[in-house]
């Protein structure tokens, strides 16, 4: 609704102040300079002051990718001598990056591909009955979709496990997506044990396989713009998007839109929120995962695979604190932040210790296209 229809309807309310016969006030293209003087001037200059509001002016409905700044991605890649320092260089500035040179190939992504492809074939009974609900696995759609007239409903998706585990088997085969999925979440582990090691993180993150749930994220893409990926938010340490075909994204940074266009077989790393609260707030973040940019005119489906390495509900997420070389630690269980040295050599912490489940829940069900979910944590 634009202002000048909104400061329209105020006037209708408004005392009337120009008599009964009065012609309502100008509208600001017409406003002259010059104000006459009443024995009502509070009024007319109130009456004034909203006339000179733009308008055209209204609030946006959402961020659109079009007005997205376009970033180039930075390249890494595991055989540079480099490659850990060049890994934190990018995630504390961008959050996001691309990396080259890995081991998965072409033609097992394009066979997931494929098979993602065919759960959107299924009916909506199909899809309901082999991969039931159990929040956050399961198919979810927006029940909004057929009312939206322009197109631009969030679109369906599909979250599996590292088995891609479906409650049949039935006319599914989902061989390729599930080594693709085991692929990528090696990848991930690795990349986010080189990225402990350079920052120094005091827990060894990547020695422990139970400490990470991985999910396989499956979005059919639909015409148009959307407020935020099909599926919700969902909290992760690291994203890996595996790039088949030229395709632009945006990506949700807490400054606004990113628009990025990976190379062709190049897998998009993204960094999360959990791991901008293990660095203590060092690493850049972006905000679920990237959204397929499709303009007005294209009306084709796309279906994106994002493997978000993630944690399990039972998890508390607190900055994982540099070990400082030096005294030894007071053995204190109560310190939760577990360093050694002195006090004065230890790190100012700067986000509370918060519950994985509840951050998790909150963020998935809310929009925080505008704040920063972690502001609440923050100290």
Known sequence: MSMAFSTHKQHQHLPNLYGATAA?????????????????????????????????????????????????????????????HLLVSSGSELGFLQLTNHDIPSQLANSAETE??????????????????????????DDDDEEEEDGDGKGES???????????????????????????EKLGLKIIDKLAD???????????????????????????????????FYPYVIGLQYQIRCQKYSLLKDSGSVSVSPQVDSIMVTLGD???VWSNGKLSKVRGRPMACLGDGNKSRFVSMSLLVTLPCNSRVTPLLPK??????????????????????????????????DYAWRVYNECYLFNDPLDRYRI
């Not at 061989?175 to 693709?180: A, G, H, I, Q, V």
């Not at 005294?327 to 912490?349: H, I, L, N, P, Y």
């Open 24 to 84: 309502p006030p100008p509208t600001p293209s017409a406003q002259p300079n010059h104000h006459t003087v009443t024995s009502s001037a509070a009024a007319d200059a109130l009456s004034n002051l909203l006339h000179r509001l733009p308008p055209t002016l209204s609030l946006p409905k959402r961020r659109s990718s079009t007005s997205a700044t376009s970033r180039a991605l930075p390249t890494l890649s595991f055989s540079d001598p480099n490659f850990n």
């Open 116 to 141: 993602s492809l065919s759960l959107f074939e299924l009916t909506r009974d199909q899809k309901e009955s082999c991969f039931p609900k159990n929040w956050p696995l399961g198919f979810d759609a």
């Open 274 to 276: 959990i791991a901008q």
């Open 198 to 232: 350079a920052m120094g993180f005091d827990n060894s993150i990547g020695e422990d396989p139970t400490r990470f749930r991985s999910l396989m994220w499956i979005s059919e893409g639909l015409h148009g713009d959307h407020d935020k990926p099909s599926g919700g």
């Open 324 to 357: 400082v070389v030096g005294e030894e630690g007071t053995g204190d269980d109560d310190d939760e932040s577990q360093v050694c040295g002195s006090k004065e050599e230890q790190e100012k912490r700067l986000f509370n210790s918060f519950s994985f489940e």
């Open 158 to 184: 599909f979250c599996l496990d590292t088995e891609c585990s479906t409650e049949t088997t039935a006319d599914l085969s989902l061989t390729s997506l599930r080594e693709f999925t085991r692929a990528l």
